[in-house]
């Protein structure tokens, strides 16, 4: 999978550290938002295993540091699951802004808690999937239990979790009294996935059960076997991303897209692009793709327009090279041809080219035994190819719409 470096802002105005998976095509079918277990981080081997099970399934994956963890701004201490909440909002307003709104969200231990509680808020999400969720919010007091009682009484205190110091304030706790999770499950309204292992020693499994009876149908649970809290075994993540990928499909509900072949006619050239600049082309049973390098916004995975526009003044040339030099019945062994397309100034050049004009430097290698009136020949017959002339003529294009059906 590609990975890109995103920031954007939370929910108390501290900016988050982010990361956007995305399939080895760099085009995805569908997007998935991430929540990581409490105190963790987008970066656990186990998000990053998931994630990259998800982007070989085609699903684009955005994971990111909750306020004051990982590589995020802000003070962890400032922080409470509600507001845990709010950054997942905020990461999915950052995504729909860009075009790419969650339809799926996942979330691990706590992460999974607060899925169930921000789906309300994401109308682009048809599927919810918890990993190792609490069956109640409440369920994270369990490890403050020592310091508990501090809290409330200092309003604060330094606790050690996972081998870190995290200072705990007693909004905190309250926040967590307050939250009803299973209201939250109960008027879900999209399709969920219960992931937990049995040995989980964390996070029992009877949250599990809480979480599945609280929930209507569609629903669904799979007992993740001999599968620890967090996932630490990378066989482990990867069959939850496959599991999650292979469950998640019929509920993103795509419409039938043909393919290219099935769509092109006799005559045509189809070209079809989605999200990013990656294109699809075909004519005839060729298939082929058409992108732009990363420095204007593509994932360089295919030639560039020009570039295609000078490869077919390349082939041309070549083959009318060929096709006359064997009609003749000359000694021509090779020909490599040397294209560059640029823009120069030009004197005819029209207004709203800003006096510029498109130019192509063609250098012909010929190769073979031949002559010097054979070569000077050659070199005059490259300039009568059919590419040749029409790109020096013009060419008249006539565009209309197919009507709102793309595949119209």
Same mark, same amino acid.
């Given at each position: 999978?590609?990975?890109?470096?995103?920031?954007?802002?939370?929910?108390?105005?501290?900016?988050?550290?982010?990361?956007?998976?995305?399939?080895?095509?760099?085009?995805?079918?569908?997007?998935?938002?991430?929540?990581?277990?409490?105190?963790?981080?987008?970066?656990?081997?186990?998000?990053?295993?998931?994630? !990259? *099970?998800?982007?070989? /399934?085609? &699903?684009?994956?955005?994971?990111?540091? =909750? $306020?004051?963890?990982? %590589?995020?701004?802000? #003070?962890?201490?400032?922080?409470?699951?509600?507001?845990?909440?709010?950054?997942?909002?905020?990461?999915?307003?950052?995504?729909?802004?860009?075009?790419?709104?969650?339809?799926?969200?996942?979330?691990?231990?706590?992460?999974?808690?607060?899925?169930?509680?921000?789906?309300?808020?994401?109308?682009?999400?048809?599927?919810?999937?918890?990993?190792?969720?609490?069956?109640?919010?409440a369920h994270v007091r369990h490890l403050l239990q020592d310091a508990e009682e501090?809290? !409330? *009484?200092?309003?604060? /205190?330094? &606790?050690?979790?996972?081998?870190?110091? =995290? $200072?705990?304030?007693? %909004?905190?706790?309250? #926040?967590?009294?307050?939250?009803?999770?299973?209201?939250?499950?109960?008027?879900?309204?999209?399709?969920?996935?219960?992931?937990?292992?049995?040995?989980?020693?964390?996070?029992?499994?009877?949250?599990?059960?809480?979480?599945?009876?609280?929930?209507?149908?569609?629903?669904?649970?799979?007992?993740?076997?001999?599968?620890?809290?967090?996932?630490?075994?990378?066989?482990?993540?990867?069959?939850?991303?496959?599991?999650?990928?292979?469950?998640?499909?019929?509920?993103?509900?795509p419409p039938e897209t043909p393919t290219l072949e099935q769509l092109v006619e006799?005559?045509?050239?189809l070209a079809r692009i989605g999200q990013g600049l990656l294109t699809e082309l075909?004519?005839?049973?060729?298939?082929?793709?058409?992108?732009?390098?990363?420095?204007?916004?593509?994932?360089?995975?295919?030639?560039?327009?020009?570039?295609?526009?000078?490869?077919?003044?390349?082939?041309?040339?070549?083959?009318?090279?060929?096709?006359?030099?064997?009609?003749?019945?000359?000694?021509?062994?090779?020909?490599?041809?040397?294209?560059?397309?640029?823009?120069?100034?030009?004197?005819?050049?029209?207004?709203?080219?800003?006096?510029?004009?498109?130019?192509?430097?063609?250098?012909?290698?010929?190769?073979?035994?031949?002559?010097?009136?054979?070569?000077?020949?050659?070199?005059?017959?490259?300039?009568?190819?059919?590419?040749?002339?029409?790109?020096?003529?013009?060419?008249?294009?006539?565009?209309?719409?197919?009507?709102?059906?793309?595949?119209?």
């Amino acid at each position: 999978m590609s990975t890109e470096r995103i920031r954007f802002q939370g929910t108390n105005n501290a900016e988050l550290s982010a990361r956007l998976d995305l399939p080895p095509s760099g085009r995805a079918e569908a997007f998935a938002l991430f929540a990581h277990c409490f105190t963790c981080s987008k970066d656990l081997k186990a998000a990053v295993h998931l994630s !990259r *099970a998800l982007t070989q /399934a085609g &699903v684009g994956v955005l994971r990111f540091d =909750f $306020t004051g963890l990982g %590589e995020s701004e802000g #003070d962890f201490a400032d922080t409470t699951f509600s507001s845990n909440v709010g950054d997942l909002v905020a990461a999915a307003r950052h995504m729909e802004a860009q075009a790419m709104p969650p339809a799926i969200l996942v979330g691990h231990s706590l992460g999974g808690a607060a899925v169930l509680c921000a789906a309300a808020e994401m109308p682009a999400v048809r599927a919810v999937v918890t990993i190792g969720a609490p069956g109640e919010v409440a369920h994270v007091r369990h490890l403050l239990q020592d310091a508990e009682e501090e809290i !409330r *009484a200092r309003g604060e /205190a330094r &606790v050690v979790l996972a081998g870190r110091a =995290f $200072t705990i304030r007693k %909004e905190f706790l309250d #926040d967590l009294d307050a939250a009803n999770l299973e209201r939250h499950i109960a008027n879900l309204r999209r399709a969920l996935l219960v992931l937990h292992a049995p040995t989980d020693n964390i996070v029992g499994i009877d949250n599990a059960a809480r979480i599945y009876t609280a929930a209507k149908h569609p629903k669904s649970f799979v007992s993740l076997h001999e599968a620890d809290h967090l996932l630490t075994e990378e066989r482990h993540a990867r069959y939850a991303g496959d599991v999650i990928a292979a469950w998640v499909r019929p509920y993103l509900d795509p419409p039938e897209t043909p393919t290219l072949e099935q769509l092109v006619e006799q005559g045509q050239v189809l070209a079809r692009i989605g999200q990013g600049l990656l294109t699809e082309l075909q004519v005839r049973h060729h298939a082929s793709l058409a992108d732009e390098p990363a420095a204007v916004g593509g994932n360089d995975l295919g030639p560039t327009p020009y570039d295609l526009l000078v490869q077919a003044l390349g082939a041309c040339t070549a083959m009318t090279l060929r096709l006359y030099a064997d009609r003749k019945g000359w000694p021509l062994e090779e020909v490599l041809i040397r294209l560059e397309h640029r823009k120069i100034h030009g004197m005819d050049a029209p207004a709203d080219a800003g006096g510029r004009i498109d130019a192509v430097d063609r250098v012909i290698h010929l190769s073979g035994p031949l002559d010097a009136a054979q070569r000077t020949r050659l070199l005059d017959i490259a300039n009568r190819c059919p590419v040749h002339r029409t790109l020096e003529s013009g060419v008249h294009i006539e565009t209309r719409s197919a009507g709102p059906d793309p595949n119209g």
